[in-house]
C-alpha cells in the first residue's frame, strides 16, 4: 500500500491470527526515486478463546454452561454439544456479550461433549474449548400411595424424584372409565386430595414430574378404591304425640359435619328442612298436625359439602294432642261431681235419699229414691225402684 508522507504508523488487519508477517517499508521522493527498504518481523497474536468451562443445574435432560470471556472484543460464541461418542450433533450461535447458556431437551443418564468457539468482528475464531458433563438419571416420583380414604375422596402421597422438579401432573379416572380428570400441582408438594368421587369406586391415578423446561418424566401410577358411602341408619320414632314426635338415628361414616332433616305430610308438599350439628343422633319434630303420617327423610353432610345417600322412614302422629283425661276435661268433670255431690245433701234433707256420687266418672249422675217417710238409715237398694236424677 502507499501512504502519505507525513505518516508515520499504519495499521494492518484481515491478518491471519498466529502468523509470522514479514513487513517492509521504503521511503518514494518527489522524483519517483525510492530509499534502501528498511524491513522487520512480527507474528501476529492467536485469538483468546474463551476459558473456564463449566457446568451448573445439571438435571435428566438440561444443564446450565458457564465461560469466562476471552477477549472483551468477541462478537458471537458458537455452541455445540454432542452425545458422547454420538454423531447428532447440533449447534447454536449465542451473542459475545453471553457468559452461559441453558441447554434443553437433552436424554437422561447420558455424557455429553459440548464445545465453545468464540467469534471476532472479522468472522475468525478463536480455538475451541471443551467439556463433557453427563445428565442425572431419570428420577420421577415414586412410592404413590394414599390415605384418608372415604366415600367420595382420598389423599395421594409420593416422594420427590430429581429436586429441580418445577410442576407435577396428577390425573385420575375410574377404573375402565373415560372421564379422565387433571390437575397441575406446584413442584414443592407431596400430597394432594381428590374429592367429589364415586363411594365405591375403584380409581387409576397417574403423577408424572415436570421440569422447568416443560419436559415430564415417566409416570408413576397406582389405584385406589374410594369406601361404601355410609350415611346415617336405623332412623326411628319415640315419643309421639299429637303435634310432635322424637327421630333417632345411628351415625354412619365418623367424619360427618352436619345432617340435613326434612319432613312432610305424606303425598304434602309443604316440605320444611333443617341442618343438625353433625355429632346429634335425635331430634325432636314439632307444631305437627294431628292424625298425620310424615315422612321424614335425613342425610349426611360431608367436610367438603358433599352428602350421603338419604334415609327415610315414615310415622302418624297421634289423633288428638291432649292427654286421656288432660286439663281441659278435668275441670268440668270436677265441677259437676261437685255439683251432683252437693245436690243430693240438699235433696236428703227432703226425704230424698241418694248415692254417694263417684268423683271419678267422667259423667256422675244422681241415683235416688223417694220415700213417703224419710229414714236416714234406709239404703237405695232397699226401696221401691229409685228415681234418676
Not at 355410609?230 to 309421639?240: A, C, E, M, V, Y
Request: with cysteine; net charge negative.
Amino acid at each position: 500500500m502507499i501512504i502519505n508522507g507525513y505518516e508515520t504508523s499504519q495499521v494492518l488487519d484481515d491478518l491471519n491470527p498466529d502468523t509470522l508477517y514479514d513487513v517492509s517499508l521504503t521511503a518514494i521522493y518527489p522524483d519517483k526515486t525510492e530509499s534502501d527498504e528498511v524491513s522487520a518481523s512480527e507474528r501476529t497474536l492467536d485469538r483468546p478463546a474463551p476459558s473456564n468451562l463449566r457446568f451448573s443445574n445439571v438435571s435428566a435432560n438440561s444443564l446450565q454452561i458457564d465461560w469466562d470471556h476471552g477477549s472483551p472484543d468477541v462478537a458471537l460464541y458458537k455452541l455445540s454439544w454432542v452425545p458422547s461418542g454420538g454423531t447428532d450433533k447440533k449447534e447454536m450461535i449465542i451473542n459475545g456479550y453471553e457468559t452461559s447458556q441453558v441447554l434443553d431437551n437433552l436424554d437422561p443418564d447420558t455424557l455429553y461433549d459440548v464445545s465453545l468457539t468464540a467469534i471476532y468482528p472479522d468472522n475468525t475464531e478463536s480455538d475451541e474449548v471443551s467439556a463433557s458433563e453427563l445428565t442425572l438419571v431419570d428420577r420421577g416420583p415414586s412410592n404413590l400411595r394414599f390415605s384418608d380414604v372415604r366415600g367420595n375422596r382420598f389423599r395421594i402421597h409420593w416422594d420427590h424424584g430429581s429436586r429441580d422438579v418445577a410442576l407435577y401432573k396428577l390425573s385420575w379416572v375410574p377404573c375402565r372409565g373415560t372421564d379422565k380428570k387433571e390437575m397441575i400441582i406446584n413442584g414443592n408438594e407431596t400430597s394432594q386430595v381428590l374429592d367429589n368421587l364415586n363411594p365405591d369406586t375403584f380409581y387409576d391415578v397417574f403423577l408424572t414430574a415436570i421440569y422447568p423446561d416443560n419436559t415430564e418424566s415417566d409416570e408413576v401410577s397406582s389405584f385406589q378404591r374410594t369406601l361404601v358411602d355410609r350415611g346415617p341408619s336405623n332412623l326411628r320414632f319415640s315419643d309421639i304425640k299429637g303435634n310432635r314426635l322424637q327421630i333417632d338415628w345411628d351415625h354412619g361414616s365418623p367424619d360427618v359435619v352436619h345432617y340435613r332433616l326434612s319432613w312432610v305430610p305424606s303425598g304434602g308438599t309443604d316440605k320444611k328442612e333443617m341442618i343438625i350439628n353433625g355429632n346429634e343422633t335425635s331430634q325432636v319434630l314439632d307444631n305437627l298436625n294431628p292424625d298425620t303420617l310424615y315422612d321424614v327423610s335425613l342425610t349426611a353432610i360431608y367436610p367438603d359439602n358433599t352428602e350421603s345417600d338419604e334415609v327415610s322412614a315414615s310415622e302418624r302422629t297421634y289423633k288428638d294432642t291432649r292427654d286421656k283425661l288432660g286439663p281441659t276435661l278435668i275441670v268440668p268433670i270436677l265441677t259437676l261431681a261437685v255439683l251432683t255431690y252437693v245436690a243430693s245433701k240438699i235433696l236428703a234433707k227432703e226425704g230424698i235419699v241418694c248415692q254417694k256420687p263417684s268423683l271419678h266418672s267422667p259423667a256422675p249422675i244422681l241415683i235416688c229414691d223417694i220415700r213417703d217417710e224419710y229414714d236416714p238409715s234406709a239404703r237405695p237398694q232397699d226401696a221401691s225402684p229409685p228415681t234418676t236424677v
